[in-house]
């Protein structure tokens, strides 16, 4: 009843391709926007915050930057990990060596400075394909953590070999070092997500994402269609680097405060955020957070069950987390192939005919 | 000749006989990419979890100890009796091949048709669950793996190449266990190509790695021969696990032993046996003769990390299918 296009009429063409063309959806999303933005803020406290809050926002920009390289642009990607180790050191560079410059501006410089290198490792994906492209990726992975490993000017010269955030601030609030209240960096993630989230919608929808689409359906098609596959190719490694890279800025800056390199965004990292993309949906923006959301909820959720109700010791516990956290996957991925984002759309499908689905 | 020159050549060796571990790795990948076009990423936990059954079989471990612990508040640990080594690699073998049915039956069946993505996909779920599930199973300690291969420097080895350099150049120092390595897996290579030459199922595991239809019409079963593919490579796995955890331990770190792999598949392409074990070979040496020219002196060490993979990606740029994979023709 609710859900339904009709009575709802659309006059003009940019009416007649906005996002969400059905009403209810409209509403649900300005209701999202307004309790993210004004209401949580005000009931944020510090569990909830570095529990969940902080790791799926910056989570989901990841896993938007992955979505749009693998799921649109069809090249997957196993270097997320490095990626945001460069976004990482590129904000530590930026936030130690100008003291003065905008924490916002330092967050999009290096997210800049990652899709450099991210075009640059995307340059062999012109020959490079399918699989044989996914393990050249980790070459990305490795070299990167290496190179942030032993190169002291990265880490500036710190005995520990760590890099730790200063504190900077933005309107007189601190967003990164000790003394950050929660709702400040809260918001603060909050915004990039939001305009991320906006912008990754609106590329995708435009004409760079229907030639990544069409790269990603057949490359050599699309390349006789007149689609330049490097212009392409490296647009959306670029673009994908940068959300990778803004998100592994506030995972160091404002969630971590410290990073060891190799700890912090080794592998499992990249498989971390494939994982989110994959459950969640390829080539889904709304797939993005529901499957870096699943990530994130599920071992808080298994921990406290196991450590918390079970009184189990840790590494039992951990143990079991890892079969859990296998099983879903394999699961999910017999299930329903198509992530988190194909129930969605199932679901909104059956909503529209109900109750009469006949 | 210098003392240096003959440092130099020791590396070589030694580069070669890590190759021939990396191979046996790699071997698992390629048996199971012929058959099934799936990209088993869990190869490396299959060798971990194949020792570390072997390690509790030969000590006697009671399996699920801790969880039967923290469940019903007991202190089980051993049954306090050691199987002989042939008896322990036997039961391993009935695991992994039990493990094969396993996987074919709940994952692989239900995954048929999808993209290759989404089943490289499943097959790290399936690493993740069978890395906890081993942990679970035998605990998570480092422990040692002893089957009666010897160990330490090759004394003849070094004896009689000793009087080659000067005075400070004490021979070529070889470990035994990457002499046995190399022979293993020269017997494992040799069987696997006569058992897929000779013998009736290798000539249906031939079939379907040529062509899935064309095998199921003829009227081979894909179900048999993946669950036969599959205790096929759970076999190189355990063999490859013996041979890495008698050199390190039987620890998380064999796992890794996967990562290792996939440089040596690119190298070798993904479809070929004797690429698998020349891609290692290479990868071997590479890296061994890269850190030992270049990365020690000038780059600061640890390059053998990323080393292989710079090697594959530069290689691929050339030569797409690796060298010796299937040539890739792309139609529209």
């Given at each position: 009843m609710l859900y339904r296009e009709a009575g709802d009429f659309k006059t003009t063409y940019a009416k007649d391709q906005q996002t969400f063309p059905i009403a209810f959806d409209r509403r649900g999303y300005f209701l999202t926007l307004i309790i993210a933005f004004l209401v949580v803020p005000f009931l944020v406290n510090d569990y909830w915050l570095n529990a969940i809050l902080l790791p799926f926002l910056i989570y989901s920009i990841a896993a938007m930057g992955l979505n749009i390289l693998t799921g649109y642009c069809g090249q997957v990607s196993l270097g997320s990990g490095g990626f945001m180790a460069v976004g990482a050191y590129a904000s530590y560079k930026l936030m130690t060596s100008f003291p003065d410059l905008n924490m916002i501006i330092v967050v999009l410089l290096s997210g800049g400075i990652t899709a450099l290198v991210g075009g640059l490792f995307g340059l062999p994906s012109l020959r490079i394909k399918g699989f044989y492209l996914a393990v050249v990726t980790l070459a990305a992975q490795f070299f990167l953590v290496w190179l942030f490993n032993k190169v002291p000017w990265f880490y500036n010269y710190s005995a520990s070999g760590q890099i730790s955030a200063p504190e900077r601030e933005i309107l007189g609030y601190a967003v990164t070092g000790a003394n950050v209240l929660p709702w400040v960096s809260y918001l603060f993630c909050l915004s990039f997500v939001f305009v991320l989230a906006w912008g990754a919608r609106n590329l995708t929808r435009g004409a760079n994402g229907r030639k990544w689409m069409a790269i990603r359906d057949m490359d050599i098609a699309a390349e006789i269609i007149g689609v330049d596959p490097l212009k392409t190719k490296l647009t959306a490694f670029a673009v994908s680097s940068f959300y990778i890279g803004v998100a592994g800025a506030l995972l160091f800056s404002v969630y971590l405060g410290a990073v060891e390199v190799g700890e912090a965004f080794g592998i499992s990292k990249s498989f971390l955020i494939l994982f989110m993309v994959i459950i969640g949906g390829l080539g889904s923006i709304f797939g993005s957070f529901a499957g870096a959301a699943f990530m994130v909820l599920m071992p808080v959720l298994l921990k406290n069950i196991m450590v918390?109700?079970?009184?189990?010791a840790i590494d039992l516990a951990a143990h079991f987390e890892f079969v859990i956290v296998g099983g879903l996957i394999v699961f999910f991925l017999i299930v329903e192939p198509h992530g988190f984002a194909q129930l969605w759309s199932i679901a909104k499908e059956k909503l529209r005919l109900w109750p009469f689905p006949h | 000749m210098s003392a240096n020159f003959y440092y130099g050549v020791e590396v070589f060796l030694n580069g070669l006989m890590t190759g021939v571990m990396y191979s046996l790795v790699a071997l698992g990948f390629v048996l199971i990419f012929k058959a099934s076009g799936i990209f088993n990423y869990a190869q490396g936990v299959m060798a971990l979890f194949a020792a570390l059954t072997l390690v509790g079989f030969q000590n006697g471990q009671i399996p699920f100890a801790h969880l039967i612990n923290a469940i019903f508040g007991t202190d089980l640990h051993h049954f306090g009796w050691q199987m002989p080594t042939f008896l322990a690699i036997f039961f391993t073998l009935l695991v992994m091949i039990l493990f094969a049915y396993i996987v074919e039956k709940y994952v692989l069946q239900h995954l048929v048709n999808q993209e290759p993505i989404i089943l490289f996909m499943a097959t790290i779920g399936l690493a993740y669950f069978m890395e906890g599930f081993g942990d679970l199973m035998w605990g998570s300690d480092v422990k040692k793996m002893d089957v009666g291969i010897p160990q330490g420097g090759n004394l003849w080895l070094e004896e009689s190449t000793a009087f080659l350099g000067g005075e400070d150049f004490f021979g070529f120092y070889v470990d035994n266990l990457d002499i046995w390595a190399a022979i293993f897996a020269a017997i494992l290579v040799t069987s696997l190509v006569m058992f897929s030459q000779y013998t009736k199922t290798g000539r249906a595991l031939r079939a379907v790695a040529d062509d899935h239809q064309a095998a199921l019409s003829v009227g081979i079963s894909l179900r048999t021969i993946w669950v036969i593919v599959w205790s096929i490579s759970g076999f190189v796995a355990l063999v490859a696990g013996i041979m890495w955890g008698s050199k390190s331990g039987v620890q998380f770190s064999l796992s890794l032993i996967a990562l290792k792999a996939l440089p040596v598949l690119m190298l070798g392409g993904f479809t070929s046996i004797p690429g698998a074990i020349i891609g290692g070979l290479i990868v071997g040496v590479g890296e061994k003769m890269f850190e030992f020219l270049i990365g020690a002196p000038?780059?600061?060490?640890?390059?053998e990390n990323w080393f292989a993979y710079m090697l594959a990606l530069l290689f691929l740029v050339f030569r797409p299918q690796g060298l010796f994979g299937e040539k890739i023709i792309e139609r529209v």
């Open positions: 918390g109700q079970f009184g189990w | 000038f780059l600061g060490g640890a390059t």
